[in-house]
Nanobody
């Protein structure tokens, strides 16, 4: 099964920026998109952004409000999330996963270790 590795999280002040990276061990033909999710303790994992592997299209959760940009490196099976103007409400563990682009839901219940983002003064 696909293995996922996220990195790039850290502690940042409000208004700051972070760049997250995700590497997938493989890209099967049915994995047509990748997404970023985030989770805070005691709450469900929620959709943040998604990008098609093969088409020039991406979508974002409403709370992103133009602050995040998702991108990809098709040849390296990597997906990125550039986050700017971070707010304390963005504090969470961020995960990447193969996603069903139609429904913004993960294709499998397979997750990496995630990368912690803390936005605090």
């Amino acid at each position: 099964q696909v293995q996922l590795a996220e990195s790039g999280g850290g502690l940042v002040q409000p208004g700051g920026s972070l760049n997250l990276s995700c590497t997938a061990s493989e890209r099967m033909f049915y994995m047509n998109a990748m997404g970023w999710f985030r989770q805070v303790p005691g709450k469900e994992r929620v959709f943040v952004a998604q990008i098609s592997w093969t088409a020039d299209k991406a979508q974002y959760a409403p709370f992103v409000k133009g602050r995040f940009t998702i991108s990809k490196d098709f040849d390296k099976n990597m997906v990125f999330l550039a986050m700017t103007d971070l707010e304390p409400g963005d504090t969470a563990v961020y995960y990447c996963a193969p996603i069903d682009y139609r429904y913004q839901t993960p294709m499998f219940d397979v997750w990496g270790q995630g990368t912690q983002v803390i936005v605090s003064a």
